[in-house]
């Protein structure tokens, strides 16, 4: 659509773009691109992977040793500031001096195109870089904060708040933490819109029938909030009881070990690992699949997952889905009413759950239908992108 002076000329502010594991960053660009604005990516690095979405695309990658032209400029910028943004982490203040002519790069490209207002995602260094800009060039400022941006995070998300017009984020639980964390003036700036998922491309297509053997699905990163070591003994204790067939899609730091373990526990030939599956074949992995799990935890250093995307995607391509009573999961996951839910960790309990899921048909049958209605009550792609697109317009002051 093309840009008037009434047009929404927004920039969002990322670490890499396009990133197979932030998809939704991807599907809410577009979305709110349809709804009329004006979109430029700010963006340091390239990613790989995710929806094909056509972006406008300004890139900073850092060369040699990582210090951008202009960073002194950029650094002075940074210990001027009031807020001193990186004050009491060394990690922060670090990435800031190392960006500094990325910020000085996209100040200048901000003014250039008019643009009025920046979104950053994620409350970590994506947000420090806007509100960089916003002392460089006439814009106001919000973010989205998702999981390891808020439970472990940088220190700073009480100041960014202050400094922000609006911080979006995806779930209730999260909003609940954002709020305890906010000065009592800044609560009100905080709102919880779902992520969307693409109900034509993750279709409803339910399988009356379980296969056999069944095949269960988890996706995501191989990282200790996932869970998959809680997976994977589950699958030892299923394994005692039926036959079954557990693939164990995606990557990460963790993948050695998970292989391991799954040797160690006599998973040879039940449990396999396809790894990274891309995003437009995720469809397909769903409509094969006879049950999803996400046994999410919460990780040593305190980190979690938010709402993960593959819950809603699952539910809505009709395959249920077995997960963790933990965080933003049972505002999705309903149990026995969406899907079933278990303590996480509780490797017992998530293999019963499992069986209980696979055996019970009526169960199945329920789940599959309730779960799709609620996917397009509450997580439709785009009515949640209106809902991104009109919220980014008040903080904007339009």
Request: proline share 6%; glycine share 10%; net charge neutral.
């Amino acid at each position: 659509m093309p840009a008037n002076d009434d047009t929404l000329k927004v920039g969002y502010v990322l670490e890499r773009f396009p990133c197979a594991s932030e998809t939704f960053i991807a599907n809410e660009v577009r979305g709110v691109t349809e709804c009329g604005a004006s979109v430029t990516v700010f963006a340091l690095t390239a990613g790989a992977g995710g929806p094909d979405v056509r972006a406008d695309v300004v890139y900073a990658r850092p060369e040699g040793n990582g210090v951008e032209g202009g960073w002194l400029a950029g650094a002075m910028g940074v210990l001027s500031d009031p807020f001193r943004l990186g004050g009491n982490s060394p990690r922060q203040l670090i990435a800031a001096l190392r960006h500094g002519g990325a910020v000085r790069r996209f100040a200048a490209e901000v003014e250039r195109r008019g643009i009025r207002h920046l979104h950053a995602h994620f409350a970590s260094l994506p947000t420090t870089l806007a509100l960089m800009v916003a002392r460089l060039a006439p814009v106001t400022v919000s973010f989205s904060a998702h999981a390891w941006d808020i439970y472990v995070g940088d220190g700073k998300l009480p100041q960014k708040l202050s400094r922000a017009r609006l911080c979006i984020t995806c779930t209730e639980a999260n909003a609940e933490r954002l709020r305890a964390l906010a000065r009592e003036g800044d609560r009100d700036k905080i709102v919880r819109i779902y992520h969307g998922t693409d109900l034509e491309r993750f279709s409803h297509r339910p399988r009356p029938d379980v296969a056999s053997p069944p095949r269960i699905v988890a996706v995501g990163r191989m990282v200790p909030k996932k869970g998959f070591e809680t997976l994977l003994h589950a699958c030892a204790a299923l394994k005692e009881r039926r036959d079954f067939r557990c693939e164990l899609f995606g990557e990460g730091p963790l993948a050695d070990r998970l292989k391991a373990l799954a040797r160690q526990l006599g998973l040879e030939g039940a449990v396999t690992f396809p790894g990274w599956v891309p995003y437009g074949s995720m469809a397909d992995v769903y409509h094969r699949a006879d049950l999803v799990a996400v046994p999410s935890v919460q990780a040593p250093d305190g980190d979690r997952d938010g709402l993960p995307n593959v819950v809603v995607e699952a539910m809505a391509a009709g395959t249920p889905v077995v997960g963790s009573d933990f965080s933003g999961i049972p505002e999705a996951v309903k149990h026995e009413g969406t899907g079933l839910l278990c303590p996480p960790g509780d490797a017992r309990a998530l293999a019963d759950a499992i069986e209980r899921m696979l055996t019970d048909a009526p169960l199945r049958e329920h789940v599959v239908e309730q779960g799709r209605r609620l996917v397009e009550r509450n997580f439709d792609c785009a009515a949640n992108a209106r809902n991104v697109y009109e919220a980014l317009r008040r903080a904007a002051g339009e």
